[in-house]
């Protein structure tokens, strides 16, 4: 990179992986992990967060990583369950500055002249006619003109606005130009940090082209303590999911203590990248061999 | 009946939702990055014939539905019954007139149709692509026109109405689409 980013490798095996409730981990079984008993599991990564966070708290200045994270979950036209990544974390940026550097590069690769930035509140007031800090659960649900075949009432309410955000915000969104979603509700911070000024909005933002989510990017969480307490958050929201517990990244904590610098980082899909470049519909035809004939 | 996941749906599949027999026309798995996953599912009804799409969550399952298409060859209607039966086992079915629908101005004795049933009973009745019916009705059209002109209206034997070249007369069998109800041709003498 001409911005004096360095290109860094992680491992895609690891032994904690990223807990977040709705991305789903393929294991591996590792035969030799003495002295345990029976087979240690390993993780492929369903992206490089971790282990980046690690290296920045350990001093490495800029850094990119541009290589395979996997995701287990169906293919689609969207989504391949092996997939290219590139995750950047810049020092001293916040989610702004690093929306603009995004926006720099989807006009260097996409050709793109312009791009737009709508809150995540605008795009509901502006799409789906609803204030979504002072709606009830029954009011987000209503606005849903979808049937649904199970109740949205028993779900979540991040449930109810994400279904909203996927079936009637985002074909709406970034159809000429990308469009980046930024101010991301506190619920769905992920790894985020809170705004100071406004606890119930989180520094994230997302990217939205031609119907594409194409990257997800935070002012990155420094804090240890509440590092802890979002993990301890996506496992109880898995609990109630049936999903399996996930085992917390002790060494990231350690990190993180030790002392990650203001940074701000953001996860690219190279191959949604491009698709759009190559104005294909189906992933399938941008990698040499799709997951049905790896 | 065996039940169906979402991630066994496909188009062609036949499935219960809201208690009528259903024919899936596409699945969308949808992932938002963050997300919980759902299904986008576009459907047929199969009694109401109504399309529409459905939300589903992924993971979920339904009853799959116990419809099974044949092909047999009509056969009479009693007034209130359209008959059909099997060429090969001589086996009978009855439709009623809700089951037969707008497909009733093209049946055909002895043309073969495809018969969806659910539970043994049928529900829908698809002629042919194409059906030959004599013109009972229509206006006599001038001398010398060639097809292309916009034609005139013609009513068929079983009370069809379609549009035919004007060079047709009545007491002509034609041959017609049953799928878009347009005049394809002169039936073959």
């Known amino acids: 990179m001409s911005r004096n980013v ?10 904690a992986p990223v807990t977040d409730p709705f991305l789903d981990n393929f294991k591996i079984s590792f035969a030799y992990s003495a002295p345990c ?19 920045l708290a350990s001093g490495s200045g800029d850094i990119y990583y541009l290589g395979k994270a996997f995701r287990h979950e169906p293919q689609s036209p969207q989504h391949n369950p092996e997939f290219t990544m590139l995750e950047w974390y810049r020092i001293g940026f916040d989610d702004r500055t690093l929306m603009h550097e995004v926006a720099a590069l989807l006009e260097a690769t996409l050709g793109v002249t ?31 003109t979808s049937e649904c075949t199970y109740d949205l009432l028993a779900e979540s309410r991040d449930h109810v606005l994400q279904l909203l955000f996927s079936e009637q915000i985002e074909s709406k969104v970034g159809k000429s130009t990308p469009c980046f979603i930024y101010d991301f509700p506190a619920s769905q911070s992920a790894l985020a940090k809170l705004k100071a000024s406004e606890q119930h909005k989180a520094h994230r933002f997302e990217v939205y082209f031609k119907g594409l ?22 496992n109880a929201t898995r609990q109630k999911q049936g999903l399996p517990q996930m085992p917390h990244d002790e060494r990231l904590v350690a990190a993180l203590h030790s002392g990650l610098p203001d940074c701000a980082g953001v996860a690219l899909g190279v191959d949604r990248l491009l698709m759009l470049a190559l104005a294909a519909s189906d992933i399938q035809s941008t990698l040499a061999f799709g997951f049905t004939d790896a | 009946m065996a039940n169906f996941s979402t991630n066994e749906f496909k188009a ?14 596409e699945n969308e798995y949808v992932k938002p990055g963050k997300g919980q996953a759902f299904n986008r599912v576009k459907i047929r009804k199969l009694i109401s014939n109504k399309v529409l799409e459905k939300t589903f969550k992924s993971g979920d399952s339904v009853e799959g539905a116990d419809v099974l298409d044949t092909e047999l060859s009509y056969l009479y209607n009693d ?19 809700k089951a037969v629908g707008d497909s009733v101005k093209w049946l055909v004795e002895n043309d073969v149709c495809t018969i969806t049933l659910f539970n043994g009973s049928p529900i829908a009745v698809t002629p ?10 229509t206006d006599p059209g001038l001398k010398g026109d060639t097809a ?11 009370g069809a109405v379609v549009r035919v070249p004007l060079f047709v007369q009545r007491g002509e069998v034609v041959k017609v689409d049953t799928r878009s109800g347009e005049y394809a041709s002169r039936a073959q003498k």
């Open chain 2, 148 to 158: 292309g002109t916009g034609g005139k209206p013609a009513t068929l034997s079983t």
């Open chain 1, 6 to 15: 360095c290109e860094v490798d992680v491992p895609i095996l690891s032994q």
């Open chain 1, 37 to 55: 008993d029976g087979d240690a599991i390993y993780y492929l990564q369903t992206s490089p967060e971790y282990g980046m966070k690690r290296m």
């Open chain 2, 79 to 97: 007034g209130e019954f359209y008959h059909f039966m099997n060429n090969e086992t001589f086996e009978q079915v009855a439709a009623d007139a």
């Open chain 2, 128 to 137: 042919p692509n194409f059906v030959e019916l004599e013109i009972v009705e």
């Open chain 2, 12 to 25: 062609g599949l036949k499935v219960m939702i809201d208690g009528e027999p259903c024919n899936i026309l």
């Open chain 1, 213 to 234: 989510e194409l990257a997800n990017g935070y002012y990155e969480l420094t804090d240890p303590e509440q590092l802890q307490q979002r993990w301890q958050g996506d």
């Open chain 1, 114 to 144: 312009a791009v737009e930035y709508l809150a995540y509140d605008e795009a509901f007031l502006q799409y789906c006619q609803i204030d979504i800090w002072t709606a009830t659960h029954q009011e987000l649900v209503a606005c849903y």
